[in-house]
């Protein structure tokens, strides 16, 4: 079995990689390709890679890598092709992130104004990806991990329909924990997650047909034992009735984050593309010794993990990261679960970016959403769910018009549809904020020039 990584060279690859090497199954994949068009990263990558398949047990049949800039060859003759671009490269999230704090907004790379800002020089982009697959692996299935990965998906499947399927790590790794915390292990407990990717909610927790939500939700000692009972407090949570996920914090705490943020020595963006320019300068250097670029990546790795979401926790005022959080939801565990799936026809639940078809009454059909799926040889199919609360519609509504709007955006070419996309989202409370913040994203990137 064949698989094409588009961003070949990105940080994160060898996560994906490592997942391939433990997998032992028939039917695994046996062909890698790495696709970027960046070389410097791609030889960066293919090197930890390589000292990755040295260090494995059994690396003889490690699957063989080969990497190219040339688009049409990654594709040609594969099964499955994961998705993980970064348009405007780290040098972008950083402006996006300055230019929305100058506004007083938030500009996370997937949430308000730093989100729409990259969906807007995404979407013509992973547009033009769908058709280049449907042309040269009309069979393939597409694994989206582009962010921001809900709005990205839904540009993709009105190509490929429902060959592509967006996944996330957040609901995974919060869905895990909770089930820890309640003594059940995670493939046993039925997650009740629903929303928006980076807008959803944990609502129930169910073991052997008991849902175990409300004894954690009672227990104060608990809800302070992880990450989000911390981010969010346990009153809040009780409020809510459900645990969100860690990005819903930009929202019922945005001043405080906001104000957090332009505050801090450097934003997330400005931290991260300093931090892998360290990196992917160390590990190209030709004189590298054998295992240097996995130790190298392993420790860059590490202090990313731990530095996740700082902000957040300074304003929660809960201080570093603890060890149990450190453990992301593994999102190269939730593709490789996916493709075995569907490749083997394994059957397999797992929490997915696909399109609602009417799972979610306040949404259209097309409308991407994450949502428990049943997994299978045609496909991820959702699961029914039970209607959101009221205060969770009007969030997901109002999120989803501001993604509409980025994809009319990124078709008619109209400043038009790209001010109201600003406009509309919930953490963009001005008209003329959103004027000026398109003003200012398109003067920062050429990738926008196509907005008249």
């Known amino acids: 079995m064949r698989l094409t990584i588009l961003g070949g060279g990105g940080f994160r690859v060898p996560l994906v990689y490592g997942a391939l090497l433990g997998d032992r199954g028939e039917g695994r994949v046996s062909h890698v390709t790495l696709y970027d068009e960046d070389p410097g990263r791609l030889t960066a990558v293919a090197r930890v890679l390589a000292d990755q398949a040295a260090a494995a047990s059994g690396a003889a049949?490690?699957?063989?890598?080969?990497?190219?800039?040339?688009?049409?060859?990654a594709l040609r003759g594969a099964d499955f092709v994961f998705s993980a671009i970064r348009v405007g490269g780290l040098e972008g999230r950083a402006a996006d992130?300055?230019?929305?704090?100058?506004?007083?907004?938030?500009?996370?790379?997937?949430?308000?104004?730093?989100?729409?800002?990259?969906g807007l020089r995404t979407v013509p982009v992973v547009r033009e990806i769908a058709r280049r697959i449907a042309r040269a692996a009309p069979e393939a299935w597409v694994i989206n991990f582009t962010n921001p990965a809900g709005v990205v998906t839904e540009a993709m499947a009105e190509v490929l329909g429902d060959r592509v399927i967006g996944i996330c790590d957040s609901?995974?790794?919060?869905?895990?924990?909770?089930?820890?915390?309640?003594?059940?292990?995670?493939?046993?407990?039925?997650?009740?997650?629903?929303?928006?990717?980076?807008?959803?909610?944990?609502?129930?927790?169910?073991v052997g047909g008991r849902d175990e939500l409300p004894r954690l939700l009672a227990d104060d000692k608990a809800l302070e034992s992880f990450e989000e009972g911390r981010l969010f407090g346990a009153d809040w949570l009780r409020s809510l009735g459900a645990i969100p996920n860690e990005y819903l914090h930009y929202y019922y705490f945005n001043r405080d984050t906001?104000?957090?943020?332009?505050?801090?020595?450097?934003?997330?963006g400005v931290f991260l593309r300093d931090q892998q320019r360290a990196f992917y300068a160390e590990t190209g250097r030709p004189d590298a010794p054998p295992g240097s670029a996995l130790a190298a990546w392993d420790r860059t790795r590490a202090e990313r993990e731990a530095t996740y979401m700082a902000e957040?926790?300074?304003v929660a005022g809960v201080g570093e990261r603890e060890e149990s959080d450190l453990e992301s939801g593994g999102y190269e565990k939730v593709a490789l679960a996916l493709m075995r799936a569907i490749a083997r026809d394994e059957r397999a639940t797992l929490i997915l970016n696909v399109r609602n078809r009417g799972t979610l009454s306040v949404l259209d059909a097309d409308a991407v959403i994450e949502v428990p799926c049943l997994v299978d040889a045609n496909g991820a199919h959702p699961v029914a769910v039970d209607p959101l609360p009221l205060h969770a519609v009007g969030l997901v509504t109002s999120v989803k018009a501001a993604e509409r709007e980025v994809l009319a955006a990124a078709a008619s070419g109209a400043r038009a549809d790209a001010v109201k996309a600003f406009a509309l989202h919930p953490l963009v409370d001005s008209v003329a904020v959103a004027r000026r913040l398109l003003d200012g994203y398109a003067a920062e990137h050429p990738g926008l020039g196509y907005l008249r």
């Open 258 to 268: 906001v104000r957090a943020y332009q505050e801090a020595e450097q934003t997330r």
């Open 61 to 73: 049949d490690a699957p063989a890598v080969t990497a190219t800039g040339d688009l049409d060859e």
């Open 312 to 314: 957040n926790r300074e």
């Open 97 to 118: 992130e300055r230019i929305a704090l100058a506004e007083g907004v938030l500009g996370q790379e997937t949430v308000g104004a730093g989100g729409i800002a990259y």
């Open 171 to 206: 609901p995974v790794g919060l869905g895990r924990r909770i089930a820890r915390l309640l003594g059940a292990r995670p493939q046993d407990a039925w997650i009740d997650y629903v929303g928006l990717n980076h807008l959803g909610w944990v609502r129930g927790l169910r």
